[in-house]
């Protein structure tokens, strides 16, 4: 299994502006991916972060609004930036270690 | 990957064996069934996994049909705490580019009561 830790736990931020969110695991891992879960919905996967190399976005997820970076094998940031209300969601931080995934605690985010 | 049916909701009295049933007639030979859970506004929780013979670990057993075109979740001993969200996703277990996409659906909201 895998530990994963999600900072900031949730927050409340003005339109217009960014927010980083940091996602730390235990142990390194090569595969880590970035979901999203906007009220009342599924996971939605934003985008697979990639060691050494830049992200692999789905379908409706772009790097300017969406970036990632993933220095190491244990660690990854998602920003969000130029925030509307409708990126109010909870922001999931996933691994794979072997060949199960697991989830970190979520990042609440509101917009205002 | 192979599309899922739960039911939307189910309630279990606390105790009580729970029993989650998912439907996945279209399952292939090498998609194996995965179950989740989510409990309100955390990240989801693995539960556990199998292929086509049951499982059982410490958190629940997995029983899956011999056509493999259903399985049931069971919670043996419910408590108030497994009230959650349980998903049942069926997917290709390999360490291709495809691992992480895990698509959940909307899943069984199981409700545990005293």
């Known amino acids: 299994s895998a530990v994963i830790s999600q900072k900031p736990s949730r927050d409340i931020c003005q339109r217009g502006t960014s927010l980083t969110i940091q996602c730390q695991v235990d142990?390194?891992?090569?595969?880590m991916f970035w979901y999203r879960q906007q009220p009342g919905q599924s996971l939605t996967l934003i985008a697979t972060?990639?060691?050494?190399?830049?992200?692999?976005?789905e379908s409706g997820f772009v790097i300017d609004k969406f970036p990632i970076s993933r220095p190491n094998l244990t660690f990854s940031t998602l920003t969000v930036s130029n925030m509307s209300p409708e990126d109010s969601s909870i922001y999931l931080c996933?691994?794979?270690?072997?060949?199960?995934?697991?989830f970190g605690p979520g990042t609440r985010l509101t917009v205002l | 990957d192979a599309k899922t049916t739960q039911p939307p909701s189910m309630d279990c009295a606390e105790g009580r064996a729970a029993n989650l049933p998912c439907n996945h007639s279209?399952?292939?030979?090498?998609?194996?069934v995965y179950w989740y859970r989510q409990i309100h506004s955390q990240g989801p929780q693995y539960i556990i996994h199998?292929?086509?013979n049951n499982e059982t670990n410490e958190m629940a057993s997995l029983i899956i049909t011999e056509d493999r075109k259903s399985s049931t979740l069971i919670l043996p001993h419910a408590t108030l705490r497994d009230t959650a969200v349980y998903y049942c996703?069926?997917?290709?277990?390999?360490?291709?580019?495809?691992?992480?996409?895990?698509?959940f659906g909307r899943g069984t909201q199981l409700t545990v009561w005293p």
């Open positions: 996933s691994v794979v270690p072997i060949d199960t995934q697991y």
């Open positions: 142990s390194q891992v090569t595969m």
């Open positions: 972060a990639n060691q050494g190399s830049e992200a692999t976005y």
């Open positions: 279209t399952i292939s030979g090498n998609e194996y």
């Open positions: 199998g292929l086509k």
């Open positions: 996703i069926v997917r290709v277990r390999d360490r291709g580019s495809t691992l992480g996409r895990l698509y």
